[in-house]
Each structure stands twice: as structure tokens, then as C-alpha cells.
Nanobody, 114 residues
Framework: QVQLVESGGGLVQPGGSLRLSCAAS????????MNWYRQAPGKERELVAG????????NYADFVKGRFTISRDNAKNTVYLQMNSLKPECTAVYYC???????WGQGTQVTVSS
């Protein structure tokens, strides 16, 4: 069955960086658009970034443009989210999502705090 396993979250100081990974299995990864979402406490889940199946097209929410980069390695069935210049308001659980399959990962917690 479809599995999405996020990793790489943690506690980081403001201005720091983290790289999230989402390892996928159970489907032909290279055929699907992949997305990262996040959900902060008390807020709705929101789209952070997306990447086309081949990796040539990427889109970002306005609040992360210039700071976050989404990428993928289809040979490793993994999608990444490089997060730089992190701010306290980036604190959230970050999820991997395959819209066409309606599948979510379990999420990885990112906390930005001094």
C-alpha cells in the first residue's frame, strides 16, 4: 500500500535551516506530483510547496518563496524540502502529500525557537 514517511524535523533556532525528507513506497513515485503541507497549532493545514513528477516545475506558497526549496530524487523515491532562514511562525507539523492518491504521511514536527 501507499506509504509516505517524513523525517528531518526538529528544533532549530530562528534563522537556521532544516532539510525534510519524504520517502515514498507502494506506488510509481516518478508518475506523481508531490506536495509538502504544514499545520501549525490551531490552524488549518496549508500548502507549502509542490513539484511536478519529473521535477521541472515547482511552486511555492508566498510565505516561503526564496527561503524554501522543494526537490525530488525519483531514483530514491524521495521528495525533499530544504528550509532556510526559518522563522518562529514556521513552527508546524510538515506533511508529505500525494493529491492524486489522497495519501498523507504521518508528519514531522518542526519547531523554530530560541
Amino acid at each position: 500500500q501507499v506509504q509516505l514517511v517524513e523525517s528531518g524535523g526538529g528544533l532549530v533556532q530562528p534563522g537556521g535551516s532544516l532539510r525534510l525528507s519524504c520517502a515514498a513506497s507502494g506506488f510509481t513515485f516518478s508518475n506523481y506530483v508531490m506536495n509538502w503541507y504544514r499545520q501549525a497549532p490551531g490552524k488549518e493545514r496549508e500548502l507549502v510547496a509542490g513539484i511536478s513528477s519529473g521535477g521541472s516545475v515547482r511552486n511555492y506558497a508566498d510565505f516561503v518563496k526564496g527561503r524554501f526549496t522543494i526537490s525530488r530524487d525519483n531514483a530514491k523515491n524521495t521528495v525533499y524540502l530544504q528550509m532556510n532562514s526559518l522563522k518562529p511562525e514556521c513552527t508546524a507539523v510538515y506533511y508529505c502529500y500525494v493529491r492524486q492518491l489522497g495519501s498523507w504521511g504521518q508528519g514531522t514536527q518542526v519547531t523554530v525557537s530560541s
